[in-house]
C-alpha cells in the first residue's frame, strides 16, 4: 500500500503545481480594471476651474487713480468761491432826494429810476477781496411825483440830453470781514468817482448788504451838494428854497450769474 501512497502523494505536488501557475494568469486580470479608470488623469479641473485667473477685474478696477482728478477742484475752493452777481433792474432803483417849496408848501422831492447796471463780485473765502464794477444810471430816466419838474430835471439840471448817464466807479471797500456766510449782514463803505454830467468828484457809499448765495440785497447811501456839481435850480416863482444837500440812494438787488 505505501508506493500506492506515494504516487498520489506526487499527483497531490503537481496539482498545487498546476494551480500556482493557474493564479498568476489571474493576477493580469486586475489590472486590466486599473486602465479603465485612468480617466482620473483628465479630471484636471483645475485648469478648468482656471477662469479665477479670468476673474482678475481687479485690475478693471484701478479707476482709484481716475477717481484722483475728481478730488482736485475741491483743492481749489478760492477759484470756486469768488461769484459774481448782476445788478437786477426788476429791483434796483437809484434815487436822489431834497427838500423844496412849492407853492409855499414845504415839499419832499424823490427822483426815481429803477435802470441801475454793474456787478458785483464776492471772494466767499475772504469777502475782504469783494470787487464792484463801475455803476451806471439811466439819468433819462428819473421821474418824480410832478410832470413839469421832472421837465426842468432832465434840460436844464441834469441836461440828460447831453449827458445821459451818471457814473460811480468805486476806488476802494472798507469794513467788509475776512469771513462770512451767506445769510449775514454786512455794514461797509464804499469809496469811488461819481460823475454827474461832466464833473467827477469822490464820494464814499455807506452800505448794508445781506449777502444770499444766489442773490445779494441792500442799500448804499451819501449825500452830495449841488455846488459840488454845479446843479443850479432854475428860478420858478412857485418854487423856492431848495435845499443845497441832496440825498443819493441806491436800493440794490443783484442775482448771481
Not at 442773490?215 to 456839481?229: F, L, Q
Amino acid at each position: 500500500m505505501k508506493p500506492l501512497h506515494l504516487s498520489g502523494l506526487i499527483a497531490a505536488v503537481a496539482l498545487v503545481a498546476t494551480a500556482c501557475n493557474a493564479a498568476p494568469a489571474a493576477a493580469p486580470a486586475a489590472p486590466a480594471t486599473a486602465p479603465t479608470e485612468a480617466p482620473a488623469p483628465t479630471q484636471p479641473p483645475a485648469p478648468t476651474e482656471a477662469p479665477a485667473a479670468t476673474a482678475a477685474p481687479a485690475a478693471t478696477e484701478a479707476p482709484a487713480p481716475t477717481e484722483a482728478p475728481t478730488e482736485t477742484p475741491a483743492a481749489q475752493p478760492p477759484a470756486a468761491q469768488a461769484v459774481v452777481y448782476q445788478i437786477n433792474s426788476s429791483g434796483s432803483e437809484a434815487s436822489f432826494t431834497l427838500n423844496e417849496e412849492l407853492l409855499g408848501v414845504p415839499t419832499v422831492v424823490v427822483g426815481v429810476t429803477p435802470k441801475v447796471a454793474g456787478t458785483i463780485t464776492v471772494d466767499w473765502s475772504n469777502p475782504a477781496n469783494t470787487k464792484i464794477s463801475k455803476l451806471e444810471i439811466d439819468a433819462t430816466d428819473f421821474k418824480t411825483d410832478n410832470e413839469r419838474r421832472n421837465g426842468a430835471i432832465h434840460r436844464f439840471i441834469l441836461q440828460t440830453g447831453q449827458y445821459p448817464t451818471i457814473e460811480f466807479e468805486p476806488t476802494a471797500i472798507e469794513g467788509l470781514p475776512s469771513s462770512a456766510k451767506p445769510g449775514d449782514v454786512l455794514n461797509f463803505k464804499v469809496t469811488g468817482n461819481l460823475k454827474i454830467r461832466d464833473i467827477t468828484n469822490p464820494v464814499t457809499f455807506d452800505v448794508t448788504a445781506t449777502a444770499g448765495e444766489d442773490e445779494i440785497s441792500g442799500e448804499a447811501k451819501t449825500v452830495v451838494t449841488r455846488t459840488a456839481y454845479q446843479l443850479s435850480i432854475p428860478s420858478v416863482p412857485s418854487v423856492a428854497n431848495v435845499t443845497e444837500e441832496v440825498t443819493l440812494t441806491l436800493k440794490f438787488v443783484a442775482t448771481k450769474q
